[in-house]
């Protein structure tokens, strides 16, 4: 029975309250605010990217025209637009990034059980890849990415049987995609699945040799010398699968050793598309079908940034940038973690649409989604689905 509650404090019931209080201890977030916790200053935030709110003023005046439902809403803090401006300003983003670590390694927890792509395959499956989140070059010159332009990058690495984020990293569009790779931590036996901005033959050779695979593609200027060649007369869509060793002058050195080459044709539009890999264990198909996955990641970061609020900002510093971002990573991953732990057959982008016009509700949330149970999903484009859609 619901014992009062609204919609919005059963959700964030599922926020591991006490380490939050540990990270705002540690990275002392409550410092010289008397009025105004972090624990208000989250939920504010939380609050506008559930609610898809512009700007701190439109958050300031839903949250004041509904002042006699704070406190069941867990917010004890006084709400203005200063108060929530200081607070993106001075406290540490890293208090909200940590949280959503903490998130992200429970949703991982609760989809691996699901997994119903690839069970003979005994590794981890990542996609790495960046989305750019354009800024105003005036309001935003700490990201200064080209002469009249600012952009901050959002470096992404998602666990492709779960479609949940395991490693986030946020700099400015200066940032080339590939130096990500001398910052992720990479996890033996798993297998790395990226475009071709990510080739470089020294960064793939040390992922190598920390027994990790990659599949990523060639680009057109590659040098190779071919040593053996396999038989693909079984794969209708494999023109070849052959073991080269790299012959340029530079990648020769770069990656002594061999490495397979696969050139797959889409009959449905006559495209080739060659692939590298160090895994020299599995069918071609199968290496061609796990690059095809990749477009995983990209409806990620559709899907964030047509239902979250990442591409307008509260603030205009480094910090309250991070923070927004961090808080709305957390809000996707908390809605992947409801709907396990729920048992909720609705898609994310459902559940979030039904959220937002409820929040101030006092009602179940099995109960709310029940009663929705008569709604299709033909509000998004269909390739949106896929996620957590199991």
């Known amino acids: 029975m619901n014992q009062g509650k609204t919609i919005f404090s059963q959700i964030m019931s599922f ?118 989140i354009d800024l105003c070059l005036t309001l935003f010159p700490w990201a200064k990415f080209r002469k009249h332009k600012a952009a901050v990058k959002m470096h992404t690495l998602l666990d492709i049987r779960t479609s949940i984020p395991t490693f986030i990293y946020i700099t400015s569009g200066k940032v080339h995609d590939v130096n990500i790779l001398d910052i992720i931590s990479v996890e033996p036996s798993a297998i790395y699945i990226m475009d071709r901005g990510y080739v470089d033959f020294r960064r793939l050779f040390l992922l190598k040799n920390k027994n990790a695979f990659f599949i990523t593609r060639a680009k057109d200027n590659l040098i190779s010398q071919r040593l053996y060649s396999h038989d693909v007369t079984e794969y209708q869509n494999i023109k070849y699968d052959q073991t080269v060793k790299l012959t340029g002058a530079k990648t020769s050195c770069l990656y002594p050793d061999y490495i397979r080459k696969i050139k797959f044709i889409n009959k449905e539009d006559d495209k080739e598309f060659i692939f590298l890999t160090n895994n020299f264990s599995l069918p071609p198909d199968t290496i061609a079908n796990l690059y095809k996955d990749r477009w995983k990641i990209e409806l990620f970061f559709k899907w964030i940034k047509q239902h979250l609020r990442i591409k307008s900002f509260y603030g205009t510093s480094e910090n309250a940038v991070k923070t927004q971002i961090w808080i709305a990573i957390s809000i996707y991953v908390l809605v992947a973690i409801i709907k396990k732990k729920l048992e909720l057959t609705e898609s994310l982008y459902t559940i979030l649409q039904i959220f937002s016009i409820n929040v101030f509700n006092k009602v179940l949330i099995n109960q709310i989604l029940n009663k929705n149970e008569y709604l299709i999903q033909n509000h998004c484009p269909d390739n949106q689905l896929f996620l957590f859609d199991f």
């Open 15 to 132: 926020i591991p309250k006490n380490i939050f209080d540990d990270l705002v201890s540690e990275y002392k977030g409550n410092y010289r605010f008397r009025t105004f916790s972090c624990w208000d200053q989250f939920l504010c935030l939380a609050f506008a990217q559930l609610t898809f709110r512009e700007s701190l003023r439109d958050i300031e005046v839903c949250l004041r025209s509904n002042s006699e439902k704070l406190y069941h809403m867990g917010i004890k803090g006084n709400i203005s637009r200063t108060n929530l401006s200081r607070a993106n300003e001075v406290r540490d983003w890293r208090i909200y990034a940590r949280l959503a670590n903490c998130l992200i390694n429970e949703a991982l927890s609760l989809y691996a059980k699901d997994d119903l792509i690839y069970k003979e395959l005994d590794s981890t499956l990542y996609a790495l890849d960046s989305t750019t």
